[in-house]
């Protein structure tokens, strides 16, 4: 009875908008409308590119035909685990923050009610730090601190 009541309400704020509401809000759709406002106009052609594929080869396939509503903390985990058990443990990670970013927008314009994938913080594995390599000066051409034995042996003025 109270999923009744929330779509009559949902129904008759969609009609006072100015909406039919017959349109079933998918997160295919929210997505493609995420990606053309936030993605696809303002970011490079690359970035477009690169999200695009994570979309239509890690995300849509499995969470696209749900409403948003619908669409459950464990679902979403179910498909990033997916995608860490192939070894890509970055990608998760950055389906998930597409996937939050998707929810986050459709927040904003009454389209969800609530991002799950922020539920899922530390649910998959962290990311290894891959930190690049520190360069040092060679020992000769280094800059003399004050415990260094050439700056004790320096003739003093």
Do not use: C
């Not at 649910?123 to 730090?129: G, S």
């Amino acid at each position: 009875m109270k999923d009744a009541r929330l779509r009559r309400d949902k129904l008759r704020a969609s009609m006072r908008r100015g909406d039919d509401g017959l349109e079933e809000v998918t997160f295919a759709s929210l997505a493609e409308e995420w990606f053309s406002r936030k993605v696809e106009s303002v970011r490079a052609p690359g970035h477009s590119r690169t999200v695009r594929s994570r979309l239509d080869r890690l995300i849509l396939p499995y969470l696209g035909h749900r409403p948003p509503g619908a669409i459950s903390a464990p679902e979403v985990l179910a498909v990033l685990r997916r995608i860490e058990d192939r070894g890509h443990v970055e990608t998760a990670h950055r389906a998930a923050q597409i996937v939050g970013q998707i929810f986050r927008y459709g927040i904003a314009v009454g389209k969800a009610d609530r991002d799950v994938a922020a539920d899922l913080r530390g649910a998959i594995i962290p990311r290894t730090p891959n930190p690049l390599p520190h360069h040092h000066r060679p020992r000769e051409n280094r800059r003399p601190h004050a415990g260094d034995s050439r700056l004790r042996a320096a003739p003093q003025w």
